[in-house]
């Protein structure tokens, strides 16, 4: 479903994503993890075309979206929850839900009651300016305007940062859900032991470069990922 | 006149200069909100509306009956800082979006002095006089209230319900405030930033360009240099308010206009620009964010 080929990015002169390929097949849940500064979240922001590639290609269900403007991706069926939720806090919470849906010429009902019925929580708030949410419930918020759109790929960064351990747990509950809907998941994650129990298959980045590849229970395993990665 | 009447009118005739500065300073704030600049070039945007009312009325009302030509006068100054508006953005502004703020703001002062030697370039530096139709005052419980006064404020006023419901209930109006909260955030949700920022710059230049009409109506010369204190005044009026935001430009705008009539009611008409500037320095001084504007709080 998406296929990143030998990407080089560049921040000026910095080069920050050096060869990296990866594939994502349609059903699966991916994870890229890695430490702080890895080039996670460069590689989400060069795929969603937020970020250009210097040299490599991004396919997306067999179409070529490398330099394919960012406004245009979600139409395509591309979803991201960024790094850090990014929703917007000064407008309310249904508002933000509809903006999930832009793209979506009719914000259809059925539309927002699914994402209610899966975050009662939301619709209880549902005229609240959304700064006003907690830090767990801006994350379900996030997801919930990310599913907004009926995505086929969901891409989410860093979704557990900063919650609590029961939020994180509840976090990828959700992610689950999501996948059992049908929904491709790529998943960038610094907490590499909740993601490899989840990903059917995972990427190790270190410093721009995929380092190590394979299923999540394989990595999960690995003695030089339990090192590095899961504290053990 | 009683007191009281006195007291009235002068609030009617700050009500009338104030929503003028209300039109205006909303350009100001929508632009600010989404592109955090302070856009210095808006002042002469309303000297260019004027000079397109001034120009169908003087060179098209010849050869059409006066109704037509007052349509006609409207329709050019309106659409015509409308496409002066958004030509700006995309000529001078887009180009900086990524630069330092100061160079978008130094290029902004620039575009200004561009509009304003351009006008006395090709126009002359003398006033033209704008020869709109006058407008007869209203005889009501013992006042005379000026017509010019009345249409200021009813027009102003359906432009505000207009926009607040534009900004508030329209499909682009909430991209336009995504945009301005998190313009990437509003790219990954399918928003075309460059063309939302485009309509920003349409809508408030439209309402520079009813500015430029109402203003022209009720002090009928149009100059090369005429945006430059207008301009300064509903960008004072849009700090007051909180810059930035809609509902604050409104009030910063009527407030400016109705303390500027008391002053000059009281007899300081010399000082009505001084206590103007004096507001701004105070409430910079005490509240930064002006009336409607919050700090805003970020949770983690």
């Given amino acids: 479903m998406l296929e990143v080929?030998?990407?080089?990015?560049?921040?000026?002169?910095?080069?920050?994503?050096?060869?990296?390929?990866?594939?994502?097949?349609?059903?699966?849940?991916?994870?890229?993890?890695?430490?702080?500064?890895?080039?996670?979240?460069t590689i989400l922001k060069t795929v969603s075309g937020l970020l250009r590639t210097k040299t490599g290609g991004i396919t997306f269900m067999g179409e070529d979206i490398s330099s394919a403007k960012a406004h245009k991706l979600v139409h395509k069926g591309l979803a991201q929850v960024p790094e850090g939720r990014r929703i917007f806090l000064r407008m309310s919470v249904r508002e933000n839900l509809e903006m999930g849906a832009?793209?979506?010429?009719?914000?259809?009902?059925?539309?927002?009651?699914?994402?209610?019925?899966?975050?009662?929580?939301?619709?209880?708030?549902?005229?609240?300016?959304?700064?006003?949410?907690?830090?767990?419930?801006?994350?379900?918020?996030?997801?919930?305007?990310?599913?907004?759109?009926?995505?086929?790929l969901l891409m989410l960064d860093e979704p557990s940062m900063g919650l609590a351990p029961i939020l994180v747990e509840q976090v990828f509950d959700i992610i689950r859900v999501f996948h059992d809907m049908g929904t491709t998941i790529l998943l960038v994650e610094q907490n590499?032991?909740?993601?490899?129990?989840?990903?059917?298959?995972?990427?190790?980045?270190?410093?721009?470069?995929?380092?190590?590849?394979?299923?999540?229970?394989?990595?999960?395993?690995?003695?030089?990922i339990k090192k590095a990665y899961l504290g053990g | 006149?009683?007191?009281?009447?006195?007291?009235?009118?002068?609030?009617?005739?700050?009500?009338?200069?104030?929503?003028?500065?209300?039109?205006?300073?909303?350009?100001?704030?929508?632009?600010?909100?989404?592109?955090?600049?302070?856009?210095?070039?808006?002042?002469?945007?309303?000297?260019?509306?004027?000079?397109?009312?001034?120009?169908?009325?003087?060179?098209?009302?010849?050869?059409?009956?006066?109704?037509?030509?007052?349509?006609?006068a409207i329709a050019m100054a309106i659409l015509g800082c409308m496409v002066l508006g958004v030509t700006i953005e995309f000529a001078a502004y887009r180009p900086l979006r990524k630069s330092p703020r100061i160079s978008l703001?130094?290029?902004?002062?620039?575009?200004?002095?561009?509009?304003?030697?351009?006008?006395?370039?090709?126009?002359?530096?003398?006033?033209?006089?704008?020869?709109?139709?006058?407008?007869?005052?209203?005889?009501?419980?013992?006042?005379?209230?000026?017509?010019?006064?009345?249409?200021?404020?009813?027009?102003?006023?359906?432009?505000?319900?207009?926009?607040?419901?534009?900004?508030?209930?329209s499909k682009s109006g909430k991209a336009m405030r995504a945009v301005s909260e998190d313009a990437d955030a509003a790219l990954l949700m399918g928003v075309n930033v460059n063309s939302t920022i485009s309509f920003t710059f349409a809508i408030g230049s439209a309402l520079a360009g009813v500015g430029s009409i109402l203003f022209i109506i009720a002090?009928?010369?149009?100059?090369?240099?005429?945006?430059?204190?207008?301009?300064?005044?509903?960008?004072?009026?849009?700090?007051?308010?909180?810059?930035?935001?809609?509902?604050?430009?409104?009030?910063?705008?009527?407030?400016?206009?109705?303390?500027?009539?008391?002053?000059?009611?009281?007899?300081?008409?010399?000082w009505k620009e001084g206590v103007v500037f004096a507001i701004l320095i105070v409430m910079l001084l005490f509240k930064p964010a002006g009336i409607m504007g919050k700090p805003t709080t970020e949770k983690v």
Avoid at chain 1, 29 to 39: Q, W
Avoid at chain 1, 117 to 138: D, N, Y
Avoid at chain 2, 43 to 57: K, N, P, R
Wanted: hydrophobic content about 50%; overall charge neutral.
């Fill in chain 1, 102 to 152: 832009y793209t979506q010429h009719e914000v259809t009902h059925a539309n927002l009651d699914d994402v209610y019925a899966r975050f009662p929580i939301l619709k209880e708030r549902s005229r609240q300016v959304a700064g006003t949410l907690s830090g767990g419930e801006q994350q379900m918020l996030a997801m919930g305007r990310a599913m907004m759109s009926h995505p086929k």
């Fill in chain 2, 1 to 72: 006149m009683s007191f009281w009447q006195l007291a009235v009118q002068q609030l009617i005739n700050g009500l009338q200069s104030g929503s003028i500065y209300a039109l205006v300073a909303l350009g100001y704030s929508m632009v600010y909100g989404i592109i955090t600049l302070l856009n210095f070039a808006h002042g002469d945007i309303i000297m260019v509306g004027s000079y397109l009312s001034w120009f169908a009325l003087t060179s098209i009302a010849p050869f059409v009956p006066l109704p037509v030509a007052v349509v006609i």
């Fill in chain 2, 105 to 169: 703001l130094i290029t902004a002062i620039g575009v200004s002095y561009l509009l304003q030697n351009t006008a006395q370039k090709f126009i002359g530096a003398s006033a033209k006089m704008v020869p709109y139709p006058r407008i007869p005052s209203v005889n009501f419980a013992g006042l005379t209230i000026s017509g010019v006064a009345i249409l200021c404020i009813a027009v102003t006023a359906a432009c505000m319900v207009g926009l607040t419901l534009l900004v508030k209930k």
């Fill in chain 2, 219 to 270: 002090y009928p010369q149009a100059s090369p240099f005429m945006g430059g204190m207008l301009g300064l005044k509903a960008f004072v009026a849009a700090v007051l308010g909180g810059i930035g935001s809609i509902p604050g430009a409104m009030i910063g705008g009527l407030l400016i206009g109705v303390i500027e009539s008391l002053v000059s009611a009281v007899g300081l008409s010399v």
């Fill in chain 1, 5 to 41: 080929n030998n990407i080089n990015v560049y921040y000026g002169p910095i080069h920050a994503i050096k060869g990296v390929s990866f594939t994502v097949n349609e059903g699966e849940i991916v994870s890229l993890i890695g430490a702080n500064g890895a080039g996670k979240s």
């Fill in chain 1, 192 to 224: 590499a032991s909740m993601a490899l129990a989840h990903a059917d298959r995972a990427y190790v980045l270190e410093t721009g470069r995929v380092t190590l590849s394979g299923t999540g229970a394989e990595l999960a395993s690995s003695e030089e």
